[in-house]
């Protein structure tokens, strides 16, 4: 069937091959949406939520725990706690007749279950204590701040550069 008036080649080649690749590349888009589907139901199965604590409620007495070992004669001073955009931390004690060496102060987000290690702020020669977070976190964290003799209420800090009063029990409001 060689005609030279037809308007079809007779070389046996059909419309078929003539395709390209775009049923390939059209079948593609819903192939890796299905295995990205199966990626993600595989790692929602073998991953737990970092959010809830396993035993959430043996930590919950941990701390009434913690709470009710520390003195109730023992006042607890309030704190003025100051941290900068580089993360420059500075403290003053309201109330403390003695004051202590040092203070711990821990840093995490919520949900998370424990602190890194706690900032150690130590005295600068004054009545206040400074120290340097090395990495200032974004976004909402809980702060503790806490010395060998008495721990402040933890308090919540939405974005920094913060000034929080903190105001221990024995303290005036």
Known sequence: MNNRHSSFRADGTSERSNRGPWPWLLGAGPALVVVASLATGW???????????????KIGLSINRRLAAIPASLPVPGATLTVGA???????????????????????????????????????GGD??????????DGRRIVTLASD?????????????????????????
Do not use: K
Request: proline share 10%.
């Open 43 to 57: 790692i929602a199965l073998t991953r737990g939520d970092p959010v809830i604590a396993d035993d959430y409620y």
């Open 86 to 124: 580089a993360g420059e931390v500075r403290v003053r004690l309201s109330d403390s007749t003695p004051l202590p060496a040092e203070l711990r102060l821990t840093v995490r987000r919520p949900g998370q279950a424990d602190a890194s290690r706690p900032l150690m702020l130590a005295r600068d």
């Open 128 to 137: 206040e204590f400074v120290g340097v977070l090395r990495d200032v976190p």
């Open 149 to 173: 003799a008495w721990i402040l209420p933890v308090t919540i800090v939405d974005h920094w550069p913060a000034t929080l009063t903190l105001r221990g029990a024995g303290s005036p409001s």
